[in-house]
């Protein structure tokens, strides 16, 4: 006789549950999403609250990506592409490289991703075996030492300073490569910092890598967020180097969740199988919009919006310095200062939480992003409104004043 379920289910509150995969251990929670989601409860409690937490653009999407989006809802395009993206988006991003930036890429080497987390998640998985070790700086975004992790890899965090515009150079590459090394992470620009590499060091980095047999990964979502300098792609260093890419900063696509890489042509039809298996491909519509992105006519856009983060960090910079903050190293690109708080407070998580609570700004502590001397910073990013940044300067001036 079959029990019934009344008599053989189990109590889920009494049950002794196995334990998660012990990874977990090795991956830290994202803090700034804690501090995002106490902002919003104050909030909705009625308190009013200035967000430099998150980085993610307070502009919308452009009208001309909104507008081809719909149209290819109406024309039917929900369903599957291939898993290395629509052919003329492929083609239209290869195409890209070669009218932005003077390099011929073929739209072979080109796979779109669900997002740039989609694209480091296939290159951690084509590149890395359990136990391989891949050098990244400290500070630096935290998710990508935990990619590493999930293929049971090592994300090497190299302590990364002023002296070096917090950003890795070819004699840290050169020190810290191991007999398990085998390869080599940067951002240009980086986050938190805003700090991008010289041309002529990321080339040294790349020589190095080559010369050990390793791998040169380039995460430029910033790129196109660069103020008054040209920096030029790692595109152009060789097609030995993987690049990753994304529609959200720049382009203002963040809830489309699209990306992209660039791959050796001999690495794609392993990016293709693992992408076949991983997610099958990137989101329809947002590819079809994503046509729209890289037009003529977004553009015009993009670089008005751009000029207006760079007019923030103009203002927010010497703001925090005339404050106490320190700030070593001017940010060259993205909407991030990552600031020195030593002569303001010794623990960087405890002012964040401070912060928000006293004073309605919401903040990142340097926690977030590495080890190396990070209770002694702290990010802002200014991606909201010039008017809400002076707010912000405001109260933590009041704040600071009445001795925290």
Avoid at 167 to 178: D, K, N, S
Avoid at 273 to 287: D, E, K
Avoid at 359 to 379: C, K, M, Q, S
């Amino acid at each position: 006789m079959v029990p019934s379920p009344s008599t053989s289910s189990v109590n889920s509150s009494t049950r002794t549950w196995p334990e998660p995969a012990r990874r977990l251990d090795h991956i830290e929670p994202f803090r700034v999403m804690a501090i995002l989601g106490q902002a919003r409860a104050m909030q909705a409690a009625g308190r009013d609250i200035v967000h430099l937490e998150v980085g993610e653009p307070d502009f919308a999407t452009p009208d001309p990506v909104v507008e081809a989006g719909i149209r290819a809802l109406r024309d039917g395009h929900t369903h599957y592409t291939a898993s290395l993206g629509l052919p003329a988006l492929r083609e239209a991003i290869a195409g890209y490289y070669g009218e932005r930036h003077g390099v011929e890429v073929a739209p072979a080497r080109v796979a779109v991703t669900p997002g740039a987390s989609g694209a480091l998640l296939l290159v951690m998985a084509a590149l890395f075996d359990a136990g391989d070790e891949l050098l990244l700086a400290d500070p630096g975004y935290p998710c990508n030492r935990h990619f590493a992790r999930l293929v049971e890899a090592r994300g090497i965090a190299v302590p990364v300073g002023p002296e070096s515009g917090f950003q890795l150079t070819a004699e840290l590459v050169v020190r810290h490569w191991g007999p398990s090394t085998r390869g080599v992470l940067v951002a240009n620009p980086g986050n938190p910092t805003g700090t991008v590499i010289p041309a002529e060091e990321l080339r040294a980095i790349h020589a190095a890598v080559r010369e050990r047999g390793g791998w040169l990964i380039v995460d430029e979502i910033y790129h196109e967020l660069v103020y008054g300098i040209e920096e030029p792609t790692a595109a152009r260093l060789g097609d030995d180097v993987i690049v990753i890419n994304s529609f959200s900063k720049y382009w203002l696509m963040t809830g489309w969740r699209l990306g992209w890489l660039l791959a050796p042509e001999s690495l794609m039809p392993a990016i293709d199988r693992l992408a076949q298996n991983v997610f099958l491909a990137a989101p329809t519509v947002a590819q079809h919009a994503a046509l729209a992105a890289l037009g003529p006519d977004t553009r015009a856009i993009l670089e008005g919006h751009k000029a207006e983060f760079r007019r923030r960090r103009d203002y927010l910079v010497p703001e925090l310095l005339r404050l106490g903050f320190g700030v070593p190293v001017l940010p060259q690109g993205a909407f991030y200062v990552y600031a020195d708080i030593g002569r303001l407070a010794g623990d960087g998580e405890r002012f964040a939480a401070d912060l928000l609570e006293r004073a309605g700004v919401a903040i990142t502590p340097g926690r977030d992003f590495g080890r190396h001397e990070a209770e002694r910073h702290v990010r802002f990013a200014y991606t909201t409104s010039a008017e809400r940044l002076r707010e912000a300067v405001a109260r933590m001036q009041s704040w600071l004043e009445d001795g925290q």
